[in-house]
């Protein structure tokens, strides 16, 4: 097994408990959607992902874990993610600044 750790703690820790905190950090917030923690600052601009609160562009961000929960058991939603970080990293620059955005179904 990968001794990764996150914040200090092994990241398994974090998926073998009862309860989910309530706020998860991204770090947090991307191992329980299974994503890497790089991949959720671009969920967030392209809307997948809304943090608590009202932060500042480099604020920490906090995201509900009733809401990761959800989305993590949601076909569609990982589906949509998953199209958004591939489509990203396929067609980011070498700086990696670029951002896809997914055209949304009316």
Known sequence: MNDITVNGEHW???????RLPARLT???TARVIGFQSHDIPLLVRNGMLKPLGAVGKNSV???ASSDVSQRSGDRKWLDRATRIVSRSRSHSTPEGNQVYREKTQS
């Open 61 to 63: 961000k906090y995201f």
């Open 26 to 28: 991204a770090d947090q």
């Open 12 to 18: 398994w820790v974090l998926l073998n408990l009862r």
